[in-house]
């Protein structure tokens, strides 16, 4: 595993976003049930966001729910809703203690009155940390944002606010629920599969991805060291040669 010594800090991705994949699973290897998982999950979650605050990331994406994962099982789903309400309420002092701001992405109005209010009041008490913006995406997809996006923006075409004729990737990107962020350097899934899962469709045009086959219950901080590790040795070219990059 990489060693904080061996991470370039002039070279740290703006944004990372991961893919907190392998719950169930880790817990089916230990003969629990698939909350267990989740409930041993939270370790995961604050070692990345710790990690990533000291190492300069000014942005981390956590895919937290899904809007497929509305449709599993009920009682999986409402102990979901409910250790993220314990989550968010325990861990609001730490995000204070450490300037960390918290917002979320994603059909928020779907989750339950608890959940809303608990994110909602987390989100304004954290809204003057400067270190780095954790972003929760709960009951998100990429497909719902582009759709969301979609709708808006042909409302405003409709009511005159812009010209079809204007619109460009900036004008689609500043309807995202991710405007304002800059787009993910970094994906980072865990569990070894090897799919984006309807995440961040849009922002991930130029994303490096970094799939690990550890279980996300099992992830701590060497592991996203060792993810920064090996997108520090790739080449970003967007679309260009290695050798007009050399000029430039």
């Given at each position: 595993?990489a060693?904080?010594?061996?991470?370039?800090?002039?070279?740290?991705p703006a944004?990372?976003a991961?893919i907190?994949?392998?719950?169930?699973?880790?817990?089916?290897?230990?003969?629990?049930?698939r909350?267990?998982?989740?409930?041993?999950?939270?370790?995961?979650?604050?070692d990345?966001?710790?990690?990533?605050a000291?190492?300069?990331?000014q942005?981390?994406?956590?895919?937290?729910?899904s809007?497929?994962n509305?449709?599993?099982?009920?009682?999986e789903?409402?102990?979901l809703?409910?250790?993220?309400?314990?989550t968010?309420?325990?861990?609001?002092p730490?995000?204070?203690?450490?300037?960390?701001?918290?917002?979320?992405?994603?059909?928020?109005?779907?989750l339950?009155?608890?959940?809303?209010r608990?994110?909602?009041?987390?989100?304004?008490?954290?809204?003057?940390?400067?270190?780095?913006?954790?972003?929760?995406a709960?009951?998100?997809?990429?497909?719902?944002?582009?759709?969301q996006?979609a709708?808006?923006?042909a409302?405003?075409?409709?009511?005159?606010?812009?010209?079809?004729?204007?619109?460009?990737?900036?004008?689609?990107?500043?309807?995202?629920?991710?405007?304002?962020?800059?787009?993910?350097?970094?994906?980072?899934?865990?569990?070894?599969?090897?799919?984006?899962?309807?995440?961040?469709?849009?922002?991930?045009?130029?994303?490096?991805?970094?799939?690990?086959?550890?279980l996300w219950?099992d992830?701590?901080r060497?592991?996203?060291r060792?993810?920064?590790?090996?997108?520090q040795?790739?080449?970003?070219?967007?679309?260009?040669?290695?050798?007009?990059?050399?000029?430039?």
């Amino acid at each position: 595993m990489a060693e904080r010594s061996e991470i370039d800090l002039s070279n740290i991705p703006a944004h990372v976003a991961v893919i907190m994949d392998g719950n169930g699973r880790w817990a089916k290897q230990r003969g629990g049930l698939r909350v267990f998982g989740h409930q041993s999950a939270i370790t995961a979650v604050r070692d990345t966001v710790e990690e990533a605050a000291e190492l300069g990331v000014q942005y981390l994406t956590l895919y937290a729910f899904s809007t497929e994962n509305w449709n599993r099982p009920a009682m999986e789903v409402t102990a979901l809703m409910q250790l993220l309400v314990h989550t968010i309420r325990k861990e609001t002092p730490t995000l204070l203690k450490n300037s960390v701001r918290l917002q979320s992405i994603g059909d928020v109005n779907s989750l339950p009155q608890s959940c809303q209010r608990e994110l909602a009041e987390a989100i304004e008490l954290t809204k003057g940390g400067n270190r780095m913006t954790l972003v929760l995406a709960l009951s998100y997809s990429g497909r719902w944002d582009l759709t969301q996006a979609a709708q808006r923006l042909a409302i405003d075409v409709a009511a005159g606010r812009v010209e079809p004729a204007s619109v460009t990737e900036a004008t689609v990107s500043g309807y995202l629920a991710t405007a304002g962020m800059p787009d993910p350097e970094l994906l980072i899934r865990t569990s070894g599969e090897q799919r984006i899962s309807n995440f961040l469709l849009w922002q991930l045009a130029y994303t490096e991805l970094y799939i690990m086959p550890v279980l996300w219950p099992d992830f701590r901080r060497s592991h996203f060291r060792e993810a920064l590790k090996a997108y520090q040795g790739r080449e970003r070219r967007f679309g260009k040669t290695s050798e007009q990059l050399s000029i430039s």
